[in-house]
């Protein structure tokens, strides 16, 4: 416990020190997302345009709009829908996530090809992981020294620097992925059988979500591992990514309830911040553009929150992985 409350407090005492890197990810945040947000809101103006529905959308929603505007929809405008708003977009990211389709639908079995996300939207997903691994070299370059500072200089040149071992992780984590999705697809037919035959609702529930969680927990622990695979590279400079990942897979499962621990806590942390951004979100009623101005904010203080806590896991499991590995700490505290 000890150790994943120091990791905890080196974390986001380094995002604290370094509290430029937060802003800066929440503009690239921005402008990376601009691409589709600016074209869509054009295409929502004019087609609202002159209408009863616009006056409806400024106090509530218009579900005959919605309907029309749904049905008339081609392409990557199709995925526009009010399941994404809110905090529906968790619950959408997990959906997916399970069903093999990001990062381009790569994983996703037959029966889950008939839902699948435009192409244009796997494809700008896809580019936006780059970009995050791109910036991750950078911010652990600066995660090493934290009390150093940084530049934006300095965070592009270890941003480059890292990138080709940082991407050969990536890919070998995928491989992992993609091995996990292959030995589901037995496993999931085995229990979805045991469901049917079920006769207990409860006992059919059980199995379905249970079957589901033990993917998901499987997929985050390769992130684990991935994430504290870039870790090492960047501490002791690394240059084989294999012998990283497999150092790193040595890491977390000889120190498994410390690392385990800390990302949790820090999967827990985000899932309130959800939680509190939803029961404001449900108190503040839009009714005109001051008060959809002031709901944009809201939800961009959820975003930097959560790019917050993205800065704290990084400079936090660089701290955890230098305590635990010193020398005189003998494996760290408990």
Not at 2 to 16: D, P, S, Y
Not at 199 to 222: D, K, N
Request: charged content about 15%; aromatic content about 10%.
């Amino acid at each position: 416990m000890n150790a994943i409350v120091f990791a905890l407090r080196q974390g986001l005492r380094a995002v604290r020190r370094n509290a430029g890197l937060t802003l800066l990810l929440l503009v690239v945040n921005l402008g990376f997302a601009a691409l589709l947000a600016v074209p869509l809101a054009g295409l929502l103006e004019r087609d609202l345009s002159s209408t009863d529905s616009a006056a409806e959308m400024m106090y509530g929603s218009s579900f005959p709009w919605w309907s029309r505007f749904s049905d008339a929809q081609r392409g990557w405008t199709e995925s526009f829908s009010p399941e994404i708003l809110g905090t529906g977009f968790a619950y959408r990211n997990v959906e997916l996530l399970l069903q093999g389709q990001l990062p381009l639908g790569l994983f996703a079995r037959g029966e889950d090809r008939q839902g699948r996300l435009d192409p244009v939207i796997l494809g700008f997903g896809a580019l936006y992981l780059v970009l995050q691994l791109f910036l991750t070299g950078g911010l652990l370059a600066v995660f090493r020294s934290p009390d150093s500072g940084w530049k934006l200089r300095g965070l592009l040149h270890g941003s480059g620097f890292y990138f080709g071992r940082f991407l050969r992780i990536a890919l070998l984590a995928l491989a992992c992925d993609g091995l996990l999705f292959w030995l589901n697809a037995p496993f999931a037919r085995w229990v979805d059988h045991l469901a049917i035959e079920a006769v207990s609702e409860t006992t059919a529930m059980a199995l379905a979500l249970g079957r589901h969680a033990l993917l998901f927990l499987a997929l985050l622990f390769v992130h684990l591992v991935s994430s504290y695979a870039k870790v090492i590279t960047v501490v002791e400079e690394r240059g084989s990514a294999l012998l990283a990942f497999l150092s790193s897979l040595a890491f977390c499962l000889g120190n498994l309830l410390r690392t385990t621990g800390h990302f949790l806590a820090i999967v827990l942390l985000g899932a309130v911040a959800v939680v509190v951004w939803n029961a404001l979100d449900a108190r503040w009623e839009t009714t005109g553009y001051k008060t959809q101005l002031v709901a944009l904010l809201l939800a961009q203080v959820l975003v930097l929150a959560r790019l917050a806590l993205r800065l704290a896991l990084l400079a936090g499991q660089v701290a955890l992985f230098r305590h635990l590995t010193a020398p005189e700490t003998g494996g760290g505290a408990a």
